[in-house]
T-cell receptor, first 114, second 111 residues
Framework: NAGVTQTPKFQVLKTGQSMTLQCAQDMNHNSMYWYRQDPGMGLRLIYYSASEGTTDKGEVPNGYNVSRLNKREFSLRLESAAPSQTSVYFC?????????????FGPGTRLTVT | AQSVTQLGSHVSVSEGALVLLRCNYSSSVPPYLFWYVQYPNQGLQLLLKYTTGATLVKGINGFEAEFKKSETSFHLTKPSAHMSDAAEYFCAVSPDDKIIFGKGTRLHILP
């Protein structure tokens, strides 16, 4: 089992370009999450999907959109990248999005916007 | 709003010495608490979690944490540090269907 996979691993964009970060899981989990990690800021939730067909905003959703394509896949789209979106992006999953559920993380995508 | 505070963004200990990483949470109800570890260029992985029951929780790699409600703390300890423990550690709280992470503490191990 691969667990949680993310593509690409690295990406450099110019300001204004668009791109989609892909996340897939083979653990049959219902809930999926997108975080960004910046130095000294910890992890901040961008969007999450408690179950297939639903998505909700997290703490820092501006400038991003998401699609829960099916139970396995949850993508994050930057329509017009800005230097402030330079970050490491992590996808995570958990079984049921219930209090106390642990989350399982992918390896991350390192994005630089110039 | 629920939150977690990790004291010290960087902690250095000598190999073989006690590791103590501090975490305090704010919560009006007993929370679910976690410690995650992030090794360089990797995602986070769960070290241990507290839900209910025994307040001393044992995790992987010899780490443990004690839930102290009176102090609203959930400090992480390991009796003897190893070079392989060098990583970033995140305390987290789960008040509802989401997890709120602290800002992280980077642990440096001195030879």
């Amino acid at each position: 089992n691969a667990g949680v996979t993310q593509t690409p691993k690295f990406q450099v964009l110019k300001t204004g370009q668009s791109m989609t970060l892909q996340c897939a899981q083979d653990m049959n989990h219902n809930s999926m999450y997108w975080y960004r990690q910046d130095p000294g800021m910890g992890l901040r939730l961008i969007y999450y999907s408690a179950s297939e067909g639903t998505t909700d905003k997290g703490e820092v959703p501006n400038g991003y959109n998401v699609s829960r394509l099916n139970k396995r896949e949850f993508s994050l789209r930057l329509e017009s990248a800005a230097p402030s979106q330079t970050s490491v992006y992590f996808c995570a999953t958990d079984v049921l999005s219930a209090p106390g559920d642990e989350q399982y993380f992918g390896p991350g995508t390192r994005l630089t916007v110039t | 709003a629920q939150s977690v505070t990790q004291l010290g963004s960087h902690v250095s200990v000598s190999e073989g010495a006690l590791v103590l990483l501090r975490c305090n949470y704010s919560s009006s109800v007993p929370p679910y608490l976690f410690w995650y570890v992030q090794y360089p260029n990797q995602g986070l992985q769960l070290l241990l979690k507290y839900t209910t029951g025994a307040t001393l929780v044992k995790g992987i790699n010899g780490f443990e944490a004690e839930f102290k409600k009176s102090e609203t703390s959930f400090h992480l300890t390991k009796p003897s540090a190893h070079m392989s423990d060098a990583a970033e550690y995140f305390c987290a709280v789960s008040p509802d269907d989401k997890i709120i992470f602290g800002k992280g503490t980077r642990l440096h191990i001195l030879p």
